[in-house]
C-alpha cells in the first residue's frame, strides 16, 4: 500500500512523498535519490548531504533477507498526513526502491487502522481462561495441559478411502539398508508395534489394502 504524505523541507517549502506503508519496518527509509529530489540546497556539488545537514546514526539497517542497507545518516522530517502531524526520523540509504513508512510513523499519522477488542469473559470461567493461556514451554508442560492425547495410541475411528490417479505409474523406492548394530532394535520395535495393532506384517506379493 501506498500513500502520499505531506513534507516540509528544510527551507520550509511543503513537498509530497509517495511512500510505501510496511508494518513489518521499525523505522523510515529515505532513498538518496529521492532525497536529492526533494533538498537540492542540501547537496554537495557531488549530490550527496552537505556536512552538519544529517544526524549521525549508529543504527545498522538490515532488510528482510539479513542484507544490510548502506544508510547516509538520518533525518527529521515534520509530516503531514490528513491533519495528522508527526516529526518522523528518516534513515537515507542508498538502497533502490520506494521511500517507505514504518509501523511506528504509521501509527502517529493513523495511515493504517489499529483495531483491537476486549472480550470479558464470565467468574466461572477465569481459572479455565487463565490456564488456557499459559505457555507451554517444553514437553512436560504439553502433556500436562493435554493428558489425553497422550494415553495409549491414537486411533481413528472408521475407515479412511483414499484416491489416487490410476494413470500416475506407481513408485517403488528400494528398501533402505540397516547399520547391523541397529537392527535388532528395530525389529524389537515393529514387533511390539505389530503386537498393539499399530502395524500389519504383509506378506511379499500380498495386496494392501
Known sequence: MAVN?????????????KAK???????????????????????????????GVLEHSP?????????????????????????????????????????IIGLPTSLELNLIPLNCSVQQGSPLNANRDREQVTPIKDKDDLVKRYPDCFDGVGRFQGQYHITVDPSVPPVVHAQGR?????RDDIKEELDDMESRGIITKIKEGEPTT
Open 178 to 182: 540397516v547399520p547391523l548394530n541397529l
Open 5 to 17: 504524505v505531506g513534507l516540509h523541507s528544510i527551507s520550509g517549502r511543503p513537498t509530497a512523498l
Open 59 to 99: 543504527i545498522v539497517l538490515t532488510a528482510y533477507g539479513g542484507a544490510k542497507l548502506m544508510q547516509q545518516r538520518k533525518c527529521r522530517i515534520d509530516c503531514d498526513f490528513n491533519g495528522r502531524k508527526s516529526v518522523a526520523t528518516f534513515f537515507v540509504t542508498e538502497a533502490d526502491g520506494p521511500a
Open 21 to 51: 506503508l510496511d508494518t513489518g519496518a521499525q523505522g523510515n527509509i529515505l532513498p538518496l535519490r529521492l532525497y536529492r529530489r526533494m533538498y537540492p540546497e542540501s547537496l554537495t556539488p557531488e549530490g550527496f548531504p552537505k556536512p
